[in-house]
T-cell receptor
Framework: ETGVTQTPRHLVMGMTNKKSLKCEQH?????MYWYKQSAKKPLELMFV???????ENNSVPSRFSPECPNSSHLFLHLHTLQPEDSALYLC????????????FGPGTRLLVL | AQTVTQSQPEMSVQEAETATLSCTYD???????LFWYKQPPSRQMILVIR??????QNATENRFSVNFQKAAKSFSLKISDSQLGDAAMYFC?????????????FGTGTRLTIIP
């Protein structure tokens, strides 16, 4: 148990659905991250939040919308996704932004039909 | 930009034997951090070991150790006395210490199978 939880663990959605992924960290960290993991590709950074402010957005399509209401919670709102968005979405946290040790959650396996 | 290469998509090792996973990286920086993460079937990424580039001594954590060759830009992971629970995807990662430009860069991973 690394102290980072994600729900749901599995999600199947149609291209017209709206859903949200939730991440919660119980480590007292100040920074949180969303990553996308596709088969046979390196982990891709999507968003970085530090002290609840978005610091980085790596040119992610607007159909992905992050929200960080406080330093313990991070959401990824999904709308009008494409089949190629099917992947494992990982949340991570670290004490401060880009601290060398990031702690990852178990991920949400997303399938877009 | 930094890149991380893991040239072994898959490998297998007999239980109790030693597994060596390779990782190379490309950078022009002299100081940085390197990591190995383990991703078991539960999909949670777990930090296995970390190495600071300015340290010449290879990092060790119980059965896990690294062979850090800075000049060759190589960072291999050695798992001694392999156990069934070591079966997982292993990712090598690089992090710069350049303030304002820090981020983790990951390799594509190596799937390790342990043969009973």
């Amino acid at each position: 148990e690394t102290g980072v939880t994600q729900t749901p663990r599995h999600l199947v959605m149609g291209m017209t659905n709206k859903k949200s992924l939730k991440c919660e960290q119980h480590l007292g960290h100040n920074a949180m991250y969303w990553y996308k993991q596709s088969a046979k590709k390196p982990l891709e950074l999507m968003f970085v939040y530090s002290l609840e402010e978005r610091v980085e957005n790596n040119s992610v399509p607007s159909r992905f919308s992050p929200e960080c209401p406080n330093s313990s919670h991070l959401f990824l709102h999904l709308h009008t996704l494409q089949p190629e968005d099917s992947a494992l979405y990982l949340c991570a946290s670290s004490q401060d932004m880009w601290q060398e040790t990031q702690y990852f959650g178990p991920g949400t396996r997303l399938l877009v039909l | 930009a930094q890149t991380v290469t893991q040239s072994q998509p898959e490998m297998s090792v007999q239980e109790a034997e030693t597994a060596t996973l390779s990782c190379t990286y490309d950078t022009s920086e002299s100081d940085y951090y390197l990591f190995w993460y383990k991703q078991p079937p539960s999909r949670q990424m777990i930090l296995v070991i970390r190495q600071e580039a300015y340290k010449q001594q290879n990092a060790t954590e119980n059965r896990f150790s690294v062979n850090f060759q800075k000049a060759a830009k190589s960072f291999s992971l050695k798992i001694s006395d392999s156990q069934l629970g070591d079966a997982a995807m292993y990712f090598c990662a690089y992090r710069t210490v350049d303030f304002g430009n820090e981020k983790l860069t990951f390799g594509t991973g190596t799937r390790l199978t342990i043969i009973p």
